[in-house]
Structures are given as structure tokens and as C-alpha cells.
């Protein structure tokens, strides 16, 4: 697996990051110029685009609190972004207060962040780790201080992998990371693809080539490798706002949401 990016990208705010543009879609306030700029290029190739944003963060919502319904009481989210409202802690907090945490990113603007708005958070830790390296995550002492990778852990990768390019094999490092849990664990993830609109994600993909992490949208059935052996819950791998919706959707209306989204679980 390749392995020659730096270890830390450091703060640039004339680098359009894909955190803060995340921030600025959903209605932050921790992103500069550069950031909106491209922002911006972003919703102009896809008009419906804060939709889709939208949506994939609404779908982490529920898979969130479906798991700690189901008992999940512990929680590993690798590509966490900056923090925003409705956090997965709070998320799982309203269920089970005691549940805990550990939010994973690379991006060293968005750890720092985390650490100051969570140090009065209970049962909450953020790492600074690759997600290239998962042993880097898995074995990171703030991870195994808080987590028991012997019990069932709810991995969240929401809006991650599309920007891990192939040449760092994204099968590979989710199979590690699946062979580390517990039976009954639970992947929820997210994925771009451009299978239900490939001349609108493909106008999006150029716009984050010019960010700090380019995108590679994959289809149906390389998502669906990402969850190995996990079997999947209903209604499979689908698009985002089709995944145990609060309210009808239509699939004209959910194929424009350009995310796939599904949760499966460790026999």
C-alpha cells in the first residue's frame, strides 16, 4: 500500500479543505474564503448538492440511533470532520448516556478543534490517526483506553472512503478493520458513486480535485466488497435516504442523493 503522504497536511487556510467545506454545506462557521470558493464551484456543477450533504448526515443520524438501540454502546468514527450539531456522542448520548466514543481524523485542523469543543464531553476521545494505517487507529492508546474491541463496536465510515484513491486499496483496510471486531459489530458507512448520476458527480469530482483531498466514486458492487463478510440489514445498500427513512421518499427524489449508505453486521 502506498504510504507517502506527510503526517500531517498543517493548517493552510488558501488550501480548500474538504472539512470546513463540509462545515460550510451544512451551515458552520469553521471555513475561509478558499473553502466557500470551492464550495461553491462545488453546488454550481450539482445543484442539488446540499441535499445529497444533507442527507448523507441525516442517514448517520439514524444509523447512530438505531445501533445504540440495538445496545451498541461504543463507537468508533474514522473521518469525523469538524465537530458540527447532532455529533455522534450526542446522537448515542441520547439513548445511552453512558456510551463512548472515540472520533478518528487526519486532518490535524479538525483534531485540534475536536479537543477543545469535546474536553468537558464524557465518555469521548479524538484521535489523530491515518485511517491508510488502521493498526495506527486500532491500537492508538486513547482508542484502547476507551474502547473494548472484545465487545461489539458500531464503525462508522460516513462520507470517508471515496477519498481513499484505489492505489491504497480500500478493501484491504476495511478488512483489517473488520477483522478487529468483536462479533456483532456494526459498519455503517456512506459512499459516493456517480451510478445514478454520472455526468453530475463526475463535475463534482473534478471541482475536489483542486481541495485537500480528491474524490474517487466507486459503484455498487465495490461499495458492497467494503463490507466483506457483514450482513447487511434491511434494505441493503441503498441510496442514502432510502435507508429506514423517518418520512416516504421516492426513488426519483433519492437516486439525485448520489450517496450509497447501508449498515451490516458481524455474524
Do not use: C
Not at 448520548?93 to 468537558?120: C, T
Not at 448520476?197 to 455498487?220: H, N
Amino acid at each position: 500500500m502506498a504510504d507517502e503522504r506527510p503526517r500531517s497536511r498543517g493548517f493552510d487556510p488558501n488550501v480548500p479543505n474538504i472539512a470546513r467545506m463540509y462545515d460550510y454545506y451544512l451551515g458552520g462557521k469553521d471555513h475561509y474564503e478558499a473553502d466557500r470558493v470551492r464550495a461553491e464551484e462545488a453546488k454550481a456543477a450539482d445543484p442539488t448538492l446540499l441535499s445529497t450533504i444533507r442527507a448523507n448526515r441525516a442517514f448517520l443520524g439514524r444509523a447512530v440511533r438505531y445501533l445504540a438501540e440495538q445496545g451498541i454502546d461504543q463507537f468508533l468514527d474514522i473521518g469525523t470532520g469538524l465537530p458540527t450539531q447532532q455529533n455522534v456522542h450526542q446522537i448515542a448520548h441520547s439513548v445511552n448516556p453512558d456510551a463512548r466514543v472515540v472520533y478518528v481524523d487526519y486532518d490535524e485542523q479538525v483534531v485540534a478543534h475536536a479537543r477543545a469543543l469535546l474536553a468537558r464531553s464524557e465518555n469521548v476521545r479524538i484521535v489523530q490517526a491515518d485511517l491508510r494505517r488502521p493498526r495506527e487507529i486500532l491500537d492508538h492508546p486513547d482508542t484502547r483506553a476507551l474502547l473494548d474491541l472484545s465487545k461489539p463496536v458500531g464503525l462508522l465510515l460516513v462520507a470517508t472512503l471515496h477519498f481513499i484513491p484505489d492505489e491504497d486499496d480500500p478493501p484491504a483496510i476495511m478488512a483489517e478493520l473488520r477483522d478487529a471486531l468483536a462479533p456483532g459489530s456494526h459498519l455503517a458507512l456512506t459512499h459516493a458513486s456517480a451510478d445514478g448520476i454520472p455526468d453530475v458527480v463526475a463535475k463534482v469530482v473534478e471541482v475536489y480535485k483542486k481541495t485537500s483531498a480528491p474524490g474517487t466514486p466507486r459503484t455498487r458492487e465495490q461499495v458492497m466488497e467494503l463490507f466483506g463478510d457483514f450482513e447487511l440489514l434491511d434494505p441493503g445498500l441503498v441510496w442514502a435516504p432510502l435507508w429506514r427513512p423517518e418520512e416516504p421518499v421516492s426513488l426519483e427524489e433519492a437516486v439525485r442523493i448520489w450517496f450509497y449508505a447501508g449498515v451490516g453486521r458481524k455474524p
